[in-house]
């Protein structure tokens, strides 16, 4: 594939930078992929244009999958956009997974790149759950063995008022926001679905290296009145050990994220929409906990006490769960 001389501009560079990553996603052409590596590992000019064009990663990252990267990543958009605080990996690192890693991880590549040294970032898919197989997840709260789905009151469907699986003829519908035998008397406004991966092959393994685990999920609901206010959140716990519960499990792990403020579903039943979230897994991790929520929210400032206790969902679902590793180690940086 033959691209514009780089050397001509930033702005020819930048515009050389967005058809790689276009070419290199739409049709996985070995060669604009192998191409952008080498920018990014041999020109420094190209780190920093990459660095701002990914400044939003989590929008970039949320809707990669449906949309064109050269519609995503305007170049006025930007440098119009300021980087929230918990979104500041690029602030004080090179080019790392959290923009570029996980960007191809989307199609599977391993990554070498860096400032002031190499790096490699070798990308794994870990799952793709679309629920066309296997059981219906239990109703039994946090799951308590290795890749069983469980949380709180759900059921296996097809498409259902108005809603089309995002894959396949199955989803999750969310139907409250507490499980069997739980009490109610203290409100919690998530409906939650949950699933331990066992991640001791990468962490035992990465010599120094770091360990990212990134997820995302799709959501989707039915029409519901403007006035109330629905999240689709996703959530990471690094674990050392399984066992945890409910009432525990924030503390007993070892660290935790979630995708911010969580994503504010619209009214649309036609369009399902993605939450992403990544942990870097601190030493001791042998377990990574992956929940996935429908979050019921006051639609403005009143209190949570304004909220039916408990939670239930009328029509919100979960599709598509995607989990994988990313493990970047230094290399040598002596060259044939």
Not at 41 to 68: F, G, K, T, W, Y
């Amino acid at each position: 594939m033959n691209f514009e001389d780089p050397t001509a501009s930033p702005r020819t560079l930048e515009h050389r930078l967005l058809r790689l990553l276009q070419a290199a996603r739409d049709t996985q052409d070995a060669s604009a992929r192998a191409e952008l590596n080498m920018l990014l590992r041999d020109n420094p000019e190209a780190r920093p244009i990459m660095a701002r064009l990914m400044v939003d990663e989590q929008a970039l990252i949320s809707r990669l999958r449906d949309d064109v990267i050269v519609e995503l990543l305007e170049p006025t958009r930007a440098q119009q956009t300021t980087p929230p605080m918990r979104s500041r990996w690029l602030a004080w690192r090179p080019l790392t997974a959290v923009a570029a890693g996980i960007l191809f991880g989307l199609f599977g590549a391993s990554m070498v790149f860096g400032v002031g040294g190499r790096w490699t970032e070798k990308v794994t898919s870990l799952f793709r759950e679309s629920f066309e197989t296997g059981p219906a997840p239990s109703m039994t709260g946090v799951p308590q063995q290795l890749n069983q789905w469980s949380g709180d009151f759900s059921e296996l469907v097809g498409e259902q008022q108005g809603i089309k699986p995002a894959h396949g003829t199955k989803m999750i519908r969310m139907l409250r926001a507490d499980f069997e035998g739980k009490s109610v008397t203290k409100l919690n406004t998530y409906g939650d679905l949950m699933k331990i991966v066992d991640v001791r092959p990468f962490t035992r393994e990465t010599n120094g290296g770091e360990v990212v685990f990134s997820a995302s999920a799709l959501f989707n609901a039915a029409t519901f009145p403007d006035a109330e206010r629905y999240d689709g959140v996703v959530t990471l716990y690094a674990v050392d050990e399984i066992g945890s519960t409910e009432n525990n499990l924030l503390k007993n792990s070892l660290a935790h994220t979630c995708n911010g403020l969580g994503l504010s579903l619209d009214r649309n039943p036609t369009t399902w929409e993605s939450a992403t979230a990544r942990l870097q897994l601190p030493a001791g991790t042998h377990f990574v906990i992956l929940k996935v929520s429908v979050r019921r929210m006051p639609k403005n400032k009143e209190p949570l006490s304004t909220l039916p206790n408990p939670i239930t969902f009328s029509g919100h679902f979960v599709d598509d769960v995607r989990a994988s590793i990313h493990v970047r180690k230094v290399v040598s940086d002596q060259r044939d």
